[in-house]
């Protein structure tokens, strides 16, 4: 019965940056590993960054690294994704999920362009 709801994507400029945030219900969040995936048209579903249950640990794609920061607040039930000097390249649904992928949000869109 999990739910999880993404928000904060947009439409922004190379270089610029955005915070993606993730809210879960109906599961207990704070015994889940969390993560961040993105999908573009016509390709795969890809990894983007993961954090372990308590907060502690994280992994991120080659390609982010250095630009993305995951973290999460168990008292909030919130995972987010902070996004810097971003690149058309970032253009993609992003969705979070439990690293077990047994529970995936609706995604929010972010485009970068101009």
């Known amino acids: 019965q999990g739910l999880l709801v993404e928000s904060g994507g947009g439409l922004v400029q190379p270089g610029g940056s955005l915070r993606l945030s993730c809210v879960a219900s109906?599961?207990?969040?704070?015994?889940?590993?969390m993560s961040w995936y993105r999908q573009a048209p016509g390709q795969e579903r890809d990894l983007v960054a993961s954090?372990?249950?308590?907060?502690?640990?994280?992994n991120y794609a080659d390609s982010v690294k250095g630009r993305f920061t995951i973290s999460r607040d168990n008292a909030k039930n919130t995972v987010y994704l902070q996004m810097h000097s971003l690149k058309p390249e970032d253009t993609a649904m992003y969705y979070c999920?439990?690293?077990?992928?047994?529970?995936w949000g609706q995604g929010t869109q972010v485009t970068v362009s101009s």
């Open positions: 999920g439990t690293r077990s992928r047994d529970y």
């Open positions: 109906g599961f207990r969040f704070s015994s889940y590993a």
């Open positions: 954090i372990g249950s308590l907060g502690t640990t994280t």
